[in-house]
Every structure is written in structure tokens, then in C-alpha cells.
């Protein structure tokens, strides 16, 4: 089982047990770092880039920490450097476990994490690449509705507390078409992916051929 950023939370109702987790927004650190201190404490792999771990490490002595880190980069926007342009991404990384979508945005797929992951306007389509290089050929996609994200709080928050999303600024132009021009990529690997929200942004368009809905 894998969570990302406030995914802890449901340990409050639930008996879950994380395996990974996945944070790539150094954003979320500095503002919920009450969710941060009991992910790391957790006895699982965490998914984050250098900067989520730098600024973990500001937050929390190293060795108050549980969890294991596994370093992922943002292939785009490389840690320290500049960002590459469609032609560098291309050059950099000629691999079929990367694959780059034909769109005005550099967006893509990567199928081993080790090069690097597309950051698709949402950390859920950043896990999704992460448990495609685990190996995992079934998954099951929990609270992936991107409905109203800039007025409606994440079930972790409430109105007072919740705080600002650009999902619904990035839907159009990064999250839709990174899901739906995966689809057909994972599907030939064989690969299923089911989006279990009754009631998802991700429509039929995104979501045919691999990635079902309910």
C-alpha cells in the first residue's frame, strides 16, 4: 500500500499499514509538518525528491527518522539545474522506459524511476510511476477525483485549515493528458490500473483502455 501527503490520516479510522508513501511537493512539508512527522516515523519506503528531503531535514533530526528514503527526481526540473527542454529530455534519456508524450509540455511517462519521474500536475500520477518501476502490474487508485480541489478541503482538512491547490488550474494542460496519454502505455505492458472514485475529473476519455473507473 502506498499513501502521498495527507494519506497518513486515514490511520485515524482505518487499520492501514503503509508500505511507500510518496511526497514530491516540498510545499506540503512546510505546511503540514504535523503529517510529515508521522509519516517519517512510519517503518516504510518514502519517495521524495532532494528538496522534500532537504526540507525534511529542517523540520526533524535525522535521527529521530523510521522511514527509508528513496531518492526520486523530477526529469524535467533536476534538482540544482536548469530545466531541460523537450529535445535535452530526449537526448538525456534514450531509454523505452521513457517515454515522452508528443505535446506542447514536455510530459511523459517513466517506467524506471532511476531516470527520473514527470511530474503530471499531481502527486498521485508520480506514485503511479513509482509502482509501475516496483513492478506491480494490478493498482488500485483511492481518492483520485480532482473534483473542485481549489473549494472543497482534502478529507484530511476543514475549511478554516485547508490550504491552496492549482489541480484544478493544471487539470487541462498537465494532469488529463499525462493519465490519458498513459493509459494505452500501460495497458500494452500490461499493466491495469482501476480508479475506484465513483465520481472522478478523470472521464471516460482519460480513462479508457487501462485506468477503469469505479
Not at 1 to 9: F, K, P, S
Amino acid at each position: 500500500m502506498m499513501g502521498v501527503n495527507g494519506a497518513i490520516t486515514l490511520q485515524d479510522k482505518h487499520q492501514l499499514r503503509f508500505d511507500y508513501y510518496c511526497i514530491v511537493d516540498p510545499g506540503f512539508v512546510r505546511r503540514r509538518p504535523d503529517l510529515v512527522t508521522r509519516v517519517v516515523q512510519e517503518r516504510l519506503t518514502l519517495f521524495a525528491t532532494p528538496l522534500v528531503l532537504w526540507h525534511i531535514a529542517q523540520y526533524f533530526p535525522l535521527t529521530n527518522l523510521r522511514c527509508r528514503f528513496f531518492l526520486i527526481e523530477d526529469i524535467q526540473y533536476p534538482a540544482c539545474r536548469r530545466a531541460l527542454n523537450k529535445q535535452e529530455l530526449l537526448a538525456a534519456h534514450p531509454s523505452a522506459d521513457l517515454v515522452l508524450f508528443k505535446e506542447a509540455l514536455p510530459l511523459g511517462f517513466s517506467f524506471d524511476i532511476r531516470r527520473g519521474t514527470f511530474d503530471g500536475g499531481t502527486v498521485a500520477y508520480t506514485g503511479l510511476q513509482v509502482l509501475t518501476s516496483l513492478g506491480f502490474n494490478k493498482i488500485l487508485l483511492h481518492g483520485l477525483d480532482l473534483m473542485n480541489s481549489a473549494r472543497t478541503p482534502r478529507f484530511y482538512e476543514t475549511k478554516e485549515d485547508m490550504q491552496p491547490s492549482s489541480l484544478d488550474d493544471d487539470f487541462n494542460t498537465l494532469i488529463e493528458p499525462s493519465f490519458r496519454h498513459a493509459a494505452p502505455l500501460l495497458k500494452n505492458r500490461g499493466i491495469r490500473v482501476l480508479n475506484l472514485s465513483p465520481h472522478s475529473a478523470l472521464g471516460a476519455r482519460s480513462l479508457r483502455n487501462t485506468i477503469g473507473g469505479h
